[in-house]
């Protein structure tokens, strides 16, 4: 009686660990959208990337990335190389921010990320009906056909809107409206968008949009600030280390939503010294 139990467990669990790999099962989809900075453009000097890949950025087999030919594969950087095509890609915050929340161990699964960033653009560009918008709506519904949850939307835009002060002050209404837009064509009106205030930028109107990002106060939408974040040399990206920090405060920023604890305290922190414990023995 017994042994035709553990027999049919272990049927099953090889039945749905085979499944995850193969057929792509069930997964927790974040999608990537905005400018340079989302697409990331740590280690990018002089138009060429560096190579170099920070720890917190490695490849994991429980994070995919959806190609831009919409199949999946594991994820590495730069993950936006087939889709911001026409600029040199990086590093970005995707693949800490992924490593971060699996080390949490949340339940989430497999983690399937949806890159849809591409470098200079102005929100406008990103309004419904326009090209980025359809391509992130049908690249968000391809993500769920094998299976999944689209669990947020990460989102740093805002620097191009910086250069005259009519998109400025049109930013806040045309942010919100993109939020709204994007939740009700993926029929997940709570759907958690973490978003991220520019520190700085080339335009007059930095303080504009920057007080827009961080005065938006709409269910399930947070904000975290880059201010403070190193830069590359050119002083218009983050670095691969400014890239890593936001990685983890995006996450810790979408650990709230998901499991309202004080996750930026002790708890990982205790992981983390653990595992660097092992490592270091
Ligand atoms: C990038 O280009 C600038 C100006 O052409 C040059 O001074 C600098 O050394 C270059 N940096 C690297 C890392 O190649
Ligand atoms: C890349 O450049 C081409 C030619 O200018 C343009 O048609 C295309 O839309 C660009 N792609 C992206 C992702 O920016
Ligand atoms: C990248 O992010 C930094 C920090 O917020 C900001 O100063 C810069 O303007 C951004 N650059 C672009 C091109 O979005």
Not at 77 to 101: Q, Y
Not at 109 to 119: H, K, S, T, Y
Not at 174 to 185: H, I, P, Y
């Amino acid at each position: 009686m017994y042994s035709i139990f553990w027999l049919m467990l272990l049927a099953y669990s090889t039945l749905v660990s085979t499944e995850k790999f193969t057929n792509e099962g069930t997964k927790s989809i974040f999608i990537l959208a905005g400018q340079s900075n989302m697409s990331g453009r740590g280690g990018v000097v002089n138009g060429t990337w560096d190579g170099f890949v920070p720890p917190e950025c490695h490849p994991n087999p429980m994070i995919r990335r959806l190609r831009s030919d919409l199949t999946w594969e594991e994820a590495r950087e730069p993950l936006h190389k087939d889709v911001d095509v026409n600029r040199t890609c990086g590093i970005g915050p995707g693949m800490a921010f992924s490593n971060w929340v699996l080390q949490r161990d949340l339940g989430l699964g497999v983690v399937g990320l949806v890159p849809c960033a591409v470098g200079g653009t102005d929100i406008s560009r990103w309004s419904r009906g326009g090209r980025l918008y359809n391509q992130l709506l049908h690249r968000a519904r391809a993500a769920m056909h094998g299976g999944g949850l689209i669990r947020a939307i990460l989102w740093y835009q805002g620097e191009s809107d910086t250069e005259n002060l009519g998109d400025a002050k049109l930013y806040k209404g045309r942010l919100e409206k993109f939020f709204a837009d994007v939740r009700s064509d993926l029929k997940s009106p709570m759907l958690p968008v973490i978003q991220v205030a520019l520190a700085s930028g080339q335009g007059s109107y930095v303080d504009i949009v920057r007080k827009a990002q961080l005065e938006i106060e709409l269910p399930n939408v947070r904000c975290v600030d880059a201010k403070g974040l190193p830069l590359e040399p050119d002083g218009l990206h983050l670095s691969a280390a400014g890239q890593v920090q936001l990685g983890r405060m995006l996450a810790d920023a979408f650990l709230q939503i998901m499991a309202p604890l004080p996750v930026s305290s002790s708890a990982p922190k205790r992981a983390r010294n653990f595992f660097s414990g092992l490592f270091r023995i």
